[in-house]
């Protein structure tokens, strides 16, 4: 069965940091294109950072890049988002995800291309 698992939500300040985890079972990170999307109150959800394959490629939002950095773990089976310069529009909840697509389709994220979703964590940045 597999699950995915957020953790390491929270409340900060603008200008801090959080790092989220997510504990993947039911098969192994490098064999997927692995995530996090979030979905702030009555927007979209959308592709933060994705990573393909364990190969190194990454794609992350403009959004949040020189900010955000995404990576794994092989031996914990965990993907890590790094977020750092936190700032009011990061706030929203944020979910791990993961599937079977190729390197285009990993780096231009979509929630339909998506076949496992974790919970979410809810991250929260007060100014």
């Known amino acids: 069965q597999v699950q995915l698992v957020e953790s390491g939500g929270g409340s900060v300040q603008a200008g801090g940091s959080l790092r989220l985890s997510c504990a993947v079972s039911?098969?192994?990170?490098?064999?997927?294109?692995m995530g996090w999307f979030r979905q702030a109150s009555g927007k979209e959800r959308e592709g933060v950072a994705t990573?393909?394959?364990?190969?190194?490629?990454?794609y992350i939002a403009d959004s949040v890049k020189g900010r955000f950095a995404i990576s794994q773990d092989y031996a914990k089976n965990t993907v890590y988002l790094q977020m750092n310069v936190l700032k009011p529009e990061d706030t929203a909840m944020y979910y791990c995800?993961?599937?079977?697509?190729?390197?285009?389709?990993?780096?231009?994220?979509?929630?339909?291309?998506?076949?496992?979703w974790g919970l979410g964590t809810q991250v929260t940045v007060s100014s």
């Open positions: 995800a993961g599937t079977r697509i190729s390197l285009s389709g990993c780096l231009e994220p979509r929630p339909g291309m998506i076949e496992n």
């Open positions: 039911g098969y192994t990170i490098s064999s997927r294109c």
């Open positions: 990573i393909y394959d364990g190969s190194g490629h990454t």
